[in-house]
């Protein structure tokens, strides 16, 4: 019986990795969508106190052609991103005023007339002064995560090139959120097709991928070797192809993500891609738990019996969800939100399959 512990070992860990590598991707997207959604990244300029800044110095260490771009440089968006930072913001909100020769005018209050003395070339300084309100977009209020970034200045320069660059491609390009689970506010795939994000999804699904062909080579290796040793006497080895397909749609839905072809056709592919592996996937899981649940009182000495009629009963649950998903969504006009809330949901339950493996085997 060596043989069968030594697959059932395998079978294990491999189930294990199967259900974490994608629970870890998505949720570290999520995550990094999310921190960048609620910070900025400002202009550098030693937030530190009330200050001055020289017009004529500002604009020439920040690239300003056009002087009514300096009515509100802090918002002033750019593509150098070396100017730019995290931990070198405003920790309060501030008020700005831009100091003519013979006055200063405030931006909330008189925004036309600085415009008028910024061309005009009448406007020398712009003065800075902060208020009693917190700035909540400033990571300084968010102290677990301006310590992460102040002990490593090389992964806050690859944050900041990130949220810049999203933002000159996408626009606002993040947004702050809750809880994609309970809110939908965003979808997987938008918090994981930007750098760095894609650097974190794509290993990860594509290597658990590879776990999943082992998974699936592993379980039909352990039917195999039972057969063999007289414990059964036939089962079907469908799961196996069905889930070797799924793999390789899975892999192919982390290849395509984040490429933008502006095609409606390549679109409509990416979509298919994620619905054949769904469908497969489901297939997979379904036909290797008939098998078990078939064969539970022959294999009792190897798999927990309670685990396997779990299993067989998660199997059932997934599909009437997969079913129920798929007809409400071609027959109702769905509304984003619930959209992914369903996705961010429906993926993590089916990833529970592989834990109860984890569980099953002795």
Not at 87 to 109: G, L, M, Q
Request: glycine share 2%; hydrophobic share 45%.
């Amino acid at each position: 019986m060596e043989s069968i512990n030594r697959i059932t070992k395998k079978i294990k860990f491999f189930a294990l990795l199967s259900f974490f590598l994608p629970l870890i991707a998505i949720n570290l997207c999520w995550l990094l969508y999310a921190t960048l959604g609620t910070i900025n990244a400002y202009i550098k300029l030693g937030w530190s106190e009330n200050f001055t800044v020289d017009i004529q110095k500002f604009a020439e260490v920040h690239g300003y052609t056009n002087p009514v771009d300096l009515v509100n440089p802090i918002e002033k968006k750019q593509d150098e991103y070396i100017n730019f930072s995290f931990t070198d913001c405003p920790k309060f909100k501030t008020k700005i005023y831009h100091n003519s020769k013979n006055r200063t005018y405030s931006t909330e209050t008189e925004m036309d007339k600085i415009k008028e003395q910024l061309i005009l070339g009448e406007i020398v300084s712009v003065t800075l002064k902060y208020t009693d309100q917190k700035n909540y977009r400033c990571v300084k209020n968010h102290p677990f995560i301006f310590n992460i970034l102040k002990i490593s200045p090389s992964l806050e320069n690859q944050l900041v090139k990130f949220k810049k660059s999203g933002e000159k491609k996408y626009g606002s390009g993040f947004a702050k959120i809750k809880n994609p689970y309970f809110y939908g506010e965003v979808s997987i795939s938008r918090t994981a097709r930007y750098y760095p994000a894609t650097m974190i999804f794509k290993p990860l699904i594509i290597l658990a991928a590879i776990f999943l062909l082992f998974y699936w080579k592993n379980n039909s290796l352990i039917f195999h070797e039972l057969r063999e040793k007289k414990i059964i006497e036939n089962f079907s080895n469908k799961f196996l192809y069905f889930g070797y397909v799924s793999c390789i749609f899975l892999i192919l839905h982390a290849l395509f993500l984040g490429v933008d072809l502006r095609s409606d056709l390549f679109d409509k592919l990416r979509r298919l891609i994620l619905i054949l592996f769904i469908v497969f996937e489901v297939s997979a899981q379904l036909s290797l738990t008939m098998n078990l649940y078939k064969l539970k009182e022959k294999i009792k000495d190897f798999a927990k019996t309670n685990i396997v009629k779990i299993k067989f009963n998660f199997v059932r649950l997934i599909i009437l969800i997969t079913v129920i998903s798929f007809f409400i969504l071609i027959f109702f006009d769905t509304s984003s939100a619930f959209n992914h809330i369903l996705e961010w949901n429906y993926f993590s339950i089916l990833l529970i399959y592989y834990f109860l493996t984890r569980l099953m085997w002795r």
